[in-house]
């Protein structure tokens, strides 16, 4: 086994030599595989004509521009408010299963887990249909129904995986519940809960595309519109490969800003550990020599 640096620490052996060449071996593998792969597909697009300037020409026209932008910002306009509210939701129903007192807690259960078993499609389309509400308030319902009600999972999961001590310290120091949650358990947990609140954002971003289907002018029935013109030989995949990446973007820019927040957590005077003087020769004790 290789000797480590100093100061460093595994977890398991080092590779040794064969096994480095074996790991880029099947690096190089790898690599041919996802090329050959994507040489595949660019051949199939080049091959059905997907790159021919008819089904590209509507990109080029101010109207259709508009429409996207306008699906764009209706997308994330849905999505902030129901992001919002699904953060509420989620931290008032995590503070009911954590109640003291039994009744608040099995109604919050009970609304928790109702509604993190029923299919988002389905709210949707049951307050849009059934209770005759307009696509965007039927949307954010659904959306913040359901991810509220797994924010509250997450919440609760993670101010429970905060060490005991810290809330029997806290509770010793005469603090009273709000203040052992407000003060000491929840930055504590937050911490931890970050990526799973930033992956479940990311969720709700990409379901806000369901609301094409209650007619909601979002991005993806923009790309629905321009994707069904017969005038422009029904140019699907292009508005695939336009609309894909945004997607993708939006969701990194999701996880970019979860590690800034991270990052500024860390360097934060309030969460950094305070630093103790040196030991000092004190007064001894009576007797002691």
């Known amino acids: 086994m290789k000797a480590l640096d100093h100061g460093a620490t595994a977890l398991y052996d080092i590779p040794g030599p064969n096994t480095e060449r074996r790991h880029k071996l099947y690096g190089l593998i790898s690599t041919v595989i996802l090329l050959a792969l994507v040489g595949w597909i660019l051949y199939l697009l080049f091959d059905t004509d997907q790159f021919t300037s008819t089904k590209w020409t509507p990109f080029e026209y101010k109207g259709i521009q508009e429409l996207l932008l306008r699906g764009l910002g209706n997308t994330l306009k849905a999505f902030a408010i129901a992001a919002a509210l699904s953060l ?65 999972e ?26 052992v949650m407000a003060q000491v358990l929840v930055p504590q947990a937050v911490r931890a809960m970050l990526p799973a609140i930033i992956s479940q954002l990311v969720v709700a971003l990409k379901d806000t595309s369901l609301g094409y289907l209650i007619t ?55 969460t950094e550990a305070a630093e103790v003087a040196p030991a000092e020769p004190g007064t001894l004790l009576p007797g002691v020599q």
């Open 88 to 152: 509420a939701l989620g931290t008032i129903l995590a503070v009911g299963r954590l109640s003291d007192h039994r009744p608040v807690r099995w109604l919050a259960t009970l609304f928790v887990e109702f509604f993190r078993a029923m299919p988002v499609l389905v709210m949707i389309f049951f307050i849009y249909v059934a209770l005759k509400v307009e696509p965007l308030p039927a949307l954010v319902a659904g959306l913040t129904l359901y991810n509220g009600s797994v924010l509250a």
């Open 154 to 179: 997450v919440f609760r999961s993670g101010i429970n995986a905060v060490e005991r001590g810290q809330r029997e310290a806290a509770f010793a120091l005469g603090m009273r519940k709000t203040q």
């Open 216 to 270: 909601y002018e979002e991005f993806l029935h923009a790309g629905k519109l321009i994707a069904s013109n017969l005038d422009y030989d029904l140019p699907f995949i292009p508005v695939v490969m336009v609309i894909s990446p945004i997607y993708i973007g939006m969701c990194m820019l999701l996880s970019w800003f979860a590690q800034w927040v991270a990052k500024r957590q860390r360097r934060n005077p309030k």
